[in-house]
């Protein structure tokens, strides 16, 4: 639909309307991250305030404590003193190995699956489906044991096919359904010129398929950036990523936690996400559109 | 396309699935009927640093050993596991429905078991969550779809915040913000003018915070594929109902909604799923006195000082057969398109 | 108990003059040691100081994780084990004990064991399994200018301290005099044992894995710690050990039974309202029911040998372990924690552990099937805890619960 028709024709109580709900939307959803922001520049007992949250707005104990309203403390603790930025690096190498290797497998097994009229590729769906219904914290228990043995815990590629593994499911789900939508007879019409299968896949599909590779690619990438359950049983403390890394500074009954360190972190973690989101919006956006329509 | 062909392409992914999620579901299958062999005890003195020599009971490992080697896997218990009062509590069930003093009793005391309180949450979390985030999602969609091109950018970033930001610290301060101290729940306290208002203290507040929770950061996954779906949106079918004289809503209702129906059924499988192994905000919101899950289960018996991996793993197997059930419908409809799909 | 700290603070000053022994590491032979931990600061340090001692021949690496308990069976049930030495409290070591993955010490304590003191060497049938270094209780900390502004002592009991509470209530002072770490999971159960044990009586029929709490002891204890909640903010099963540190330093609660391992962060000059600090004083934990154990329990860290290595790298395992704990590395970090190591000069923050032990608290139980126990209460006492049901259904719960989980572990 086109949008300046579209506009101009919407009655100014309309117009107001959809203004006033996206400004509503956006404060719920972007209001507690901008108070962490704000809120990752002071000490604890100012933004986890006992007393009174306006503490976190004046910085009653950030003053007290470090002479000025806003201190970079949080940031140069996690930073430099407990050296977040190993899990940064572990956790871009298995961002982005997870969200490759993902893409790489899920896009030639969707392509399959989305071509193949067999009742197999069915119940391999289906499959699939039952797969991703697994708590993960289950599987990732059963696995310590055979991974000690062939000697093979601990290391980033354990972790990154691991999760490769388990976001295969929900890869083929959605790249099949993308794969779908593209007409039969694109890469048929190419056969019929003389290529073969792989071929007509490498010179026909690959170059449409963009969109929604992008887009399953952000759900790869966000799986393997927010997961815990895996990363924090199957990697030693050296290989941690940055959520793990992120809960130990936490606390426990053993120390006091740093939860400032935790929250100036996840303010951190936030920014390439950002600049990720920025870069591929309309990728996002065009790629679903060609991909999960045929559900 | 040929059967070669086929498993050319999808061999990879098959292998890692096969390795790394079948095999293990077999195994936790397996294990879940199975339980420790009977313990041999013995008396022995042990000795701390504190309080001296006392006399305790210890494992004899040494007279155990041969009884493992020969049987590794424990003893067979068939379904007891699944049926014991940590799972479906058959044996329990069948006492209070023998004996009770009413329908709200036997309510009660099944509320009371472990498996039934989570379970009971996790449904309702599962169909509070899931129709109110795609309503929401779609709501968004459509007034994010109607803001200037200029700033759509910014609003689809902070739109999909909620989603990106960690779980467990988004949580912890979303939570934070809630408590009596913090702004929000400062500032309901202040709106109802009820200074005791806690939304942690009762049952009631803190299952409509966790579904708040739970809407708050589903929604934005609805919104994404909702807000794409509605570009795809036929200009010349919109026109011609214009032209009919179709109002607005009638223009959503009948264009819009029908076009975006496949989209909403693969949002409504991915979340029903999801929400079904809703378990990070009950830890994130210390919810655990008032709102437990599966999952959340599955975590207590493998995180404890004993791990109970027998117990987990009954618990997530009854969550696989959950979650089929509840796909079930979008199941067949998959059967029946994939059916139609000309081979 | 008395006699133990007085030895450690006199064989400390005799250490201080011999310490230059324990300067450079010098193991004796080759070996690689690989050390699995949990993760915070004490812990950290001894891994540190053990890690000076990679040499020719010797690698020394470690892994502090909050995961390790998840860890530790499978990584050494397999041979060679994935590490040599394994850092357990009471609780951890016992799987470690009932699947025989770890060795007995004796021979190497022999050997290389010199600088240790008896009261480290925890003895199971007489071998010696692990080597304690330092010790955790839960103890009372409480505001000295509330209750003197309430006219009521230092509270000795739980009895005290729900009268000293009510005092304070009274005058309006505060509004919610009491805090402790109540929230469902490993803190409310960890909350049951510690008053359990102060009342005396066995968690177990002697000898069997037959739970036996449900008797006046157990009903004495649930109704005390309710009784508790009512002096306590209502947001009270939601207060884990962190939250109780921050809402005492806010100064919204007079007397809270903490854990000594927390006691430096709270009586530092960070954080804190005014006046907090300056009046905080550290105590034994109070007594129960007209008891006279401190209705805690005493908790001690220490290290393993996996069963599953070379004799070779055990015996490098173990002195690097020793050099770890050694009386230099407790005399430069005396504030982190309450070491059991020779040398051992208690500060300020150590007070209310030492107190608590010397009043004659008793260890958490190392029977096998404990950590079933604590399971069980952590998931059912919660309804009982906010106000939904009573005790006698509570101890049903937890016994049904357990006697579940004891089947399923082949206990019972």
């Known amino acids: ?295 | ?343 | 108990m008395k006699l133990m700290f007085k030895t450690t603070v006199s064989l400390g000053v005799l250490c201080l003059t011999a310490g230059a022994a324990f300067a450079d590491c010098g193991i004796e032979g080759a070996g690689s040691v690989r050390i699995l931990s949990n993760d915070f600061e004490a812990l950290r340090l001894v891994n540190t100081t053990a890690e000076e001692c990679a040499a020719d021949g010797v690698t020394v690496t470690a892994n502090a994780t909050a995961e390790h308990k998840n860890l530790q069976v499978p990584a050494l049930s397999i041979n060679p084990a994935e590490y040599s030495v394994a850092v357990v409290a009471n609780n951890s070591i016992v799987p470690l004990l009932n699947d025989d993955l770890i060795r007995p010490l004796d021979d190497l304590v022999a050997k290389y064991g010199q600088a240790l003191q008896p009261n480290q060497l925890i003895k199971i049938d007489g071998k010696i399994m692990a080597i304690a270094f330092m010790g955790n209780a839960q103890h009372l900390f409480y505001r000295k200018d509330v209750l003197d502004a309430a006219g009521v002592a230092e509270p000795k009991s739980y009895e005290d301290i729900l009268a000293a509470a009510k005092a304070i209530k009274d005058s309006g002072a505060m509004e919610y005099p009491v805090a402790a770490s109540v929230k469902p999971g490993w803190d409310l159960a960890a909350e049951f044992v510690n008053a359990y044990l102060g009342t005396g009586a066995e968690f177990f029929a002697p000898g069997t894995a037959e739970l036996a709490i449900d008797n006046e002891h157990g009903l004495k204890v649930l109704e005390t710690m309710r009784a508790l909640t009512a002096y306590m903010d209502p947001d009270y099963l939601t207060f884990d050990a962190n939250s109780i540190k921050a809402e005492y330093e806010a100064g919204n609660t007079a007397m809270m039974v903490e854990w000594g391992s927390l006691a430096g962060a709270t009586i530092d000059d960070e954080g804190a309202a005014d006046g907090v600090v300056a009046n905080t004083v550290l105590a034994a934990a109070p007594t129960i029911g007209g008891g006279t154990i401190p209705a805690v329990a005493l908790w001690w860290d220490g290290f393993t040998i996996a069963k599953n290595i070379s004799d070779e790298d055990a015996a490098a395992s173990f002195q690097a372990m020793v050099h770890g704990i050694s009386p230099e590395m407790v005399a430069a970090n005396s504030a982190v924690a309450t070491w059991l190591v020779a040398g051992f000069e208690p500060g300020p923050a150590a007070v209310g552990v030492i107190a608590t032990a010397n009043a004659g608290a008793r260890a958490y139980p190392m029977q096998p099937y404990m950590g079933l126990l604590h399971t069980a209460l952590s998931a059912e006492l919660a309804e009982y805890m906010a106000g939904t049901e009573d005790a006698a259904q509570a101890l049903a719960d937890v016994k049904a619960a357990y006697d579940t989980a004891a089947k399923e572990g082949g206990y019972l």
């Not at chain 1, 430099?80 to 497998?105: H, Q």
């Not at chain 1, 030639?108 to 699939?128: E, P, T």
């Not at chain 2, 197997?317 to 067949?332: D, K, S």
């Open chain 1, 1 to 295: 639909m086109s949008e300046a028709t579209q506009s101009q024709r919407r009655p100014l109580a309309l117009n107001l309307l959809i203004t006033a709900f996206i400004v509503f939307w956006l404060v719920l959803a972007a209001f507690p991250f901008v108070w962490t922001v704000w809120g990752s520049f002071k000490v604890e007992p100012d933004f986890f305030s006992r007393e009174s949250w306006w503490n976190a707005i004046f910085g009653t104990y950030t003053k007290a404590q470090t002479g000025s309203a806003f201190t970079g403390e949080g940031y140069y603790g996690a930073w430099v003193t407990r050296e977040f930025w190993r899990a940064v690096g572990n956790t871009a190498i298995v961002t982005l190995s997870v969200t490759v290797i993902s893409l790489t497998l899920g896009t030639l097994g969707g392509y399959a699956l989305a071509r193949s009229g067999q009742r197999y590729a069915f119940w391999i769906l289906i499959a699939a489906l039952v797969f991703r219904a697994m708590p993960h914290i289950t599987l990732v228990s059963g696995y310590l044991l055979p991974f000690f043995q062939l000697n093979i815990w601990g290391v980033l590629p354990t972790s990154i096919i691991v999760l490769v593994a388990i976001n295969q499911p929900f890869t083929l789900w959605m790249l099949h359904s993308f794969f779908l939508s593209i007409p039969k007879d694109l890469d048929e019409s190419a056969m019929v010129d003389g290529c073969s299968r792989f071929e007509a896949f490498r010179r026909v599909i690959i170059p449409v398929m963009w969109p929604g590779v992008v887009t399953t690619g952000l759900f790869s990438f966000l799986l393997a950036y927010n997961d815990f359950a895996t990363t924090s049983m199957l990697l030693s403390a050296d290989n941690q990523t940055m959520v793990p890394k992120i809960s130990s500074f936490l606390g426990s009954v053993q120390e006091a936690g740093n939860v400032m360190y935790a929250v100036a972190a996840v303010v951190s973690a936030t920014v390439p996400l950002f600049i990720l989101v920025l870069f591929f919006q309309r990728q996002i956006v065009s790629g679903l559109t060609a991909g999960a329509v045929k559900g």
């Open chain 2, 1 to 343: 396309m040929p059967h070669k062909t086929f498993f050319a392409f999808i061999l990879p992914s098959l292998i890692a699935m096969v390795l790394f999620i079948a095999l293990p579901i077999v195994s936790v299958v397996v294990q879940s009927l199975y339980v420790e062999h009977p313990r041999i005890l013995v008396e022995v003195e042990n000795c701390q640093p504190f309080g001296g020599c006392t006399k305790e009971v210890r494992v004899d490992s040494a007279a155990m050993q041969d009884l493992e080697r020969s049987q590794p896997m424990g003893q067979f218990n068939g379904l007891g596991t699944y049926l014991n009062r940590g799972h479906l509590a058959v044996d329990e069930i069948g006492a209070i429905l023998a004996d009770n003093t009413g329908p709200g009793d036997v309510l009660s005391r099944i509320y009371n078991l472990p498996f039934y309180k989570a379970l009971a949450f996790t449904l309702v979390f599962c169909f509070v969550v899931t129709p109110l985030a795609m309503a929401l999602g779609f709501v968004i969609a459509l007034a994010v779809n109607a803001v200037p091109k200029v700033i759509k950018g910014p609003v689809i970033f902070f739109s999909l915040l909620p989603m990106i930001i960690t779980p467990l610290v988004g949580s912890l301060i979303l939570y934070w913000m809630i408590q009596s101290n913090g702004i929000i729940g400062a500032s309901l306290q202040h709106l109802f003018n009820d200074p005791t208002l806690s939304l942690r203290a009762s049952p009631l507040l803190t299952w409509l915070s966790l579904l708040f929770y739970g809407v708050w950061s589903n929604a934005p996954f609805s919104f994404v594929v909702f807000y794409a779906g509605l570009q795809t949106v036929p200009g010349d079918t919109l026109e011609s109902a214009m032209i009919d004289g179709a109002s607005r809503w009638e223009r959503i209702r009948y264009v819009i909604i029908p076009h975006l129906m496949p989209l909403a059924t693969f949002v409504a499988l991915v979340q029903l799923m999801d929400n079904f192994r809703v378990f990070e905000p009950i830890v994130g919101f210390s919810a655990e006195a008032n709102a437990t899950s599966l999952s959340w289960m599955v975590f207590n018996d493998l995180s404890g000082d004993a791990q109970l991996f027998g117990s987990a793993g009954a618990t997530s197997v009854l969550t696989i057969i959950g979650v089929i059930i509840l796909l079930t419908p979008v199941l067949i409809r998959t059967w029946r398109d994939f059916n139609h799909k000309v081979v």
